[in-house]
Structures are given as C-alpha cells and as structure tokens.
C-alpha cells in the first residue's frame, strides 16, 4: 500500500491533478475523478488501486470526448470509434466507452440509420442504393443499412433533388437541360429510368413555368 502525500491542480492541464504517493509524482487524473473517488492526502492505495483510478478517468475523458462530438449531431458507433482512436486513447478504453454509451442509449445505430435516412430525404435526397453505401462507409452493418433504406421512394426523391437544381438550369434547352440534370441525379445515385422519369416530369414544369405546351421541349419550338 502505498499512502497519498499530495494532490496538486496540475500545472498547464486544465482540470486535472497531479497525485503523489509516498511523495512522488505517481499519476494525472481529472479532477472530477479525484472529487469521485474521494481521493484524499493521507489515504492509503493499492497498486490495483491506484490503476483503476487512472482507467476510470481515462475512460471518463473519453466518454466526454465522444459526448461532445455526438452534440453536434448524431453519430454511428463506428464515427464515435474513430473519432477516439484519432485522439490515440488506447483500444481497451474506447470499446468501453463505447459499451457505457450504446447501454445509455446515446449510441444506436438502428436510430443512426433512421435519422440519416430523414435526414437526407427532406434534405439532399438520394438514390437508396447510394443512401445503403453512405452508411456502409459510416460502419452501419449491411443489414441494418439495408433494412433504412427499404420502402425509399426514388423517383419522388430524384424529383425532389432536381428541383432546386432546376431553376439554374430552366434556361437552357431541352438537351441541354437534359444532360445538365441527367449528371446531377446520376451523382445522387438515382437509377437510368429513375433519371429520365425525373428529367421529363422537372421539364414539364419548366414549359409549364413559361407558358409552353406541356412536354413539348423548348428547342423544338419555332
């Protein structure tokens, strides 16, 4: 055993202590863990001891750490993983963070999925093959990337997506019209006839907007 003979607010690291044991510097931990703890000068701690105290404020930090970067929006498990390992905390305390924060509920890939896929929708819609592949890349399994993305109605999204998209584009012709938009919904992971069934309807209302004939293209007016 080993007695605790200080307890310095560390210099230069905001938050944190320095812990010193038979009146040496023996670890850092954050000041909240040492207020926890009950840590004290003149208690006496075991060796086991003393590396949980450090394991549970490195854990600590680390559910901090993950906490603020889901603050800004919701993450995956596999986001919040990297994110952690970008910092360098060590494998071990990030799967535990990432156990206490999936048991609190504030992880949820299922819920992940489903907030991607609204989002996007009112959004930036996408195609749902492509909307499957952006949360692939965001660690959600197959399955549950799979099962976000079924019931996705494309060709109301391509409509939707080309839509603002249209309004730069009502000044051209027909062809050009086509091409221009044809590329935009292609890049958003809308299938051929998707494209096309969106191009026609968008165009429509672009003739529509000027007083054409409806689906009579404008290059082929006199």
């Known amino acids: 055993m080993r007695k605790v003979t200080a307890i310095e607010e560390g210099k230069g690291i905001r938050g944190k202590a320095k812990v010193f044991l038979d009146g040496s510097f023996a670890f850092n931990v954050g000041l909240p863990t040492v207020e926890e703890a009950d840590l004290r000068v003149g208690q006496e701690l075991s060796e086991a001891q003393a590396q949980e105290l450090v394991r549970k404020d490195l854990v600590k930090s680390a559910l901090d750490a993950a906490l603020k970067y889901i603050s800004f929006r919701p993450r ?114 809308f299938a051929y006839s998707v494209v096309n069934k969106g191009i026609e309807r968008l165009w429509q209302e672009v003739e529509k907007s000027k007083g054409c004939p409806e689906g009579r293209p404008k290059s082929s007016l006199p």
């Open 76 to 189: 995956s498990e596999e986001e919040v993983r990297r994110r952690l390992h970008r910092r360098k905390i060590e494998e071990a305390v990030v799967e535990e963070a990432i156990l206490i924060l999936k048991e609190q509920g504030v992880l949820d890939d299922v819920s992940f999925a489903r907030f991607w896929r609204e989002n996007r929708e009112s959004f930036n819609p996408r195609g749902s093959r492509l909307l499957e592949k952006e949360l692939r890349l965001k660690g959600i399994d197959p399955g549950t990337a799979k099962e976000a993305t079924m019931g996705l109605d494309d060709e109301e999204g391509a409509y939707r997506a080309g839509l603002k998209k249209m309004k730069s584009l009502s000044h051209l012709d027909y062809k050009s019209f086509r091409n221009k938009l044809g590329a935009f919904l292609t890049r958003r992971g």
